[in-house]
T-cell receptor, first 113, second 115 residues
């Protein structure tokens, strides 16, 4: 089944403890992206990647890192999480061309205390 | 970045048609218009997209204005399962477009469907 898989679904951590949220897609998509969703603010893009080893900042990249060493994986790294990064995170992928739909994962709910 | 504007909320009765509008006055000539919806506790899901002509699929229809500065997502017979947040976004078809990698979703339209 074609899908975008995020792990974990839920994560509670403490301030400053490095964490990684994984995202994997099995559709051979070139484009991948991370979003965070907060009440009243909609979906905001954190980082995106056009292809392997090509990443760029979205609207809210501060405090996050990403890497794209393989086509299928696009992990989101929080080197030193802070409480303001408590949010619902979504990963998405699509074919390189903007003509195709975005496929989203089921989300990761992160709480930083 | 190309921006879209949608009403914050809309209401409908079950089994009636719903027309969800989206304004995108700064759309470029090659941007595709995409619609997604997000059910409670789920990730956004693709609904439909189009370029110039009206489009139909099993979920909905997309009506695009002749000048492409606005579009309307049409749910022909709303059901309770259609209650969701609906997002309209623009996607460039290639790397030359400003909406290629960087995408702006906005807050979308909250659709409430009454039984």
């Amino acid at each position: 089944e074609a899908q975008v898989t995020q792990n974990p679904r839920y994560l509670i951590t403490v301030t400053g403890k490095k964490l990684t949220v994984t995202c994997s897609q099995n559709m051979n998509h070139e484009y991948m992206s991370w979003y965070r969703q907060d009440p009243g603010l909609g979906l905001r893009q954190i980082y995106y990647s056009m292809n392997v080893e090509v990443t760029d900042k979205g609207d809210v990249p501060e405090g996050y890192k990403v890497s794209r060493k393989e086509k299928r994986n696009f992990p989101l790294i929080l080197e030193s999480p802070s409480p303001n990064q408590t949010s619902l995170y979504f990963c998405a992928s699509s074919l390189e061309t903007g003509r195709g739909p975005l496929h989203f994962g089921n989300g990761t709910r992160l709480t930083v205390t | 970045d190309a921006k879209t504007t949608q009403p914050n909320s809309m209401e409908s009765n079950e089994e009636e048609p719903v027309h969800l509008p989206c304004n995108h006055s700064t759309i470029s000539g090659t941007d595709y218009i995409h619609w997604y919806r997000q059910l409670p506790s789920q990730g956004p899901e693709y609904v439909i997209h189009g370029l110039t002509s009206n489009v139909n699929n099993r979920m909905a229809s997309l009506a695009i204005a002749e000048d492409r500065k606005s579009s309307t997502l049409i749910l022909h017979r709303a059901t309770l399962r259609d209650a969701a947040v609906y997002y309209c976004i623009l996607r460039a078809p290639n790397a030359g477009g400003t909406s290629y990698g960087k995408l702006t979703f906005g807050q979308g339209t909250i659709l409430t469907v009454h039984p």
